[in-house]
């Protein structure tokens, strides 16, 4: 069975949102943006008499507002891009870093960030950090159980 797609038009009106869907030439209003899309189902369900959520429902906004909400939206594709890049290049830097023999300190100071950090960060790009970390901490256990055992024995 083929799903119906109904188009909600939102325009401003005074104090509500006026909310026209064409397919059926009927209107609503929403006194919120947050109420529009449950209007507009709503209203679809009534007149159409189907269920809210059997249908599609491609909402209109004014053209400034979807053109603000457009570049917007990829504004925040644009800074998640930046931020990968940011990480990658944080990471290149330290491992350049330490690949030359310079100190977490060091790398730390250079980067501007607490040795700490500095550690967490070329710790970060080690492929299986966490499982080498759990690994060494075991057989540091072990050392340390086999250095007990000697040393009461």
Known sequence: MEVSTYTARVIRDEDAWMIEVPEIDRVTQALNLRQVEEM????????????PDSFDLVIEWPAHIAASLDAYRAAGVDAEQAAARATRARLDAAAAL????????????????????A????????????????SRKVKKSAATEKSRRRQAG
């Not at 507009?40 to 269920?51: F, N, P, S, V, Y």
């Not at 967490?120 to 966490?130: K, M, P, V």
């Open 119 to 134: 550690q967490q960060i070329l710790e970060s790009g080690r492929t299986g950090a966490g499982v080498a970390a759990k």
């Open 40 to 51: 507009a189902r709503d209203l679809i369900a009534i007149m159409t008499g189907t269920e």
């Open 98 to 117: 330490q690949s030359e023999g310079a100190t977490v300190r060091d790398i730390g100071a250079l980067m501007g960030v607490s040795f700490q950090r």
